[in-house]
């Protein structure tokens, strides 16, 4: 034989070493799948953990806000505070309508006792 060319025995002996037997491939495929399913298990756990730290760390950032509760009752104390002063603005506003009214009369008797008695407005 030449020196490429390979003997049926060499073949077999080739085939003895690298081929596998049906039982020997589902015992392979058997336990590549629990590792792939262990792996996934693993990778499972790690994004549970890491999403449950990312919701107490969002949890955590979440209660520096006021909630929609604080915020309404905010509003509510504000718009009375606003009210407060509007009544406020009205009542100082009559007693400047009534002090001006005051003025005014004050300010015309004065002028009548200025010419009674002769004097003259400064």
């Not at 070493?17 to 298990?41: F, N, Y």
């Not at 449950?52 to 760390?57: A, I, L």
């Given at each position: 034989?030449?020196?490429?060319?390979?003997?049926?025995?060499?073949?077999?002996?080739?085939?003895?070493?690298?081929?596998?037997?049906?039982?020997e491939?589902?015992?392979?495929?058997?336990?590549?799948?629990?590792?792939?399913?262990?792996?996934?298990?693993?990778v499972?756990?790690?994004?549970?953990?890491?999403?449950?730290?990312?919701?107490?760390?969002?949890?955590?950032?979440?209660?520096?806000?006021?909630?929609k509760?604080?915020?309404?009752?905010?509003?509510?104390?504000?718009?009375?505070?606003?009210?407060?002063?509007?009544?406020?603005?009205?009542?100082?506003?009559?007693?400047?309508?009534?002090?001006?009214?005051?003025?005014?009369?004050?300010?015309?008797?004065?002028?009548?006792?200025?010419?009674?008695?002769?004097?003259?407005?400064?």
């Amino acid at each position: 034989m030449a020196n490429g060319d390979v003997t049926t025995g060499e073949i077999m002996e080739f085939l003895k070493e690298h081929m596998v037997t049906k039982e020997e491939l589902h015992q392979e495929l058997s336990r590549t799948k629990e590792e792939l399913h262990q792996e996934i298990l693993g990778v499972k756990e790690e994004l549970r953990q890491e999403l449950f730290g990312t919701k107490e760390e969002l949890r955590q950032e979440l209660s520096h806000f006021a909630t929609k509760e604080e915020l309404v009752q905010f509003k509510d104390e504000i718009l009375s505070a606003v009210d407060g002063l509007v009544v406020q603005y009205k009542n100082f506003d009559v007693e400047l309508a009534a002090l001006r009214s005051t003025t005014g009369r004050h300010e015309d008797r004065l002028e009548v006792v200025e010419k009674k008695l002769g004097l003259s407005a400064a």
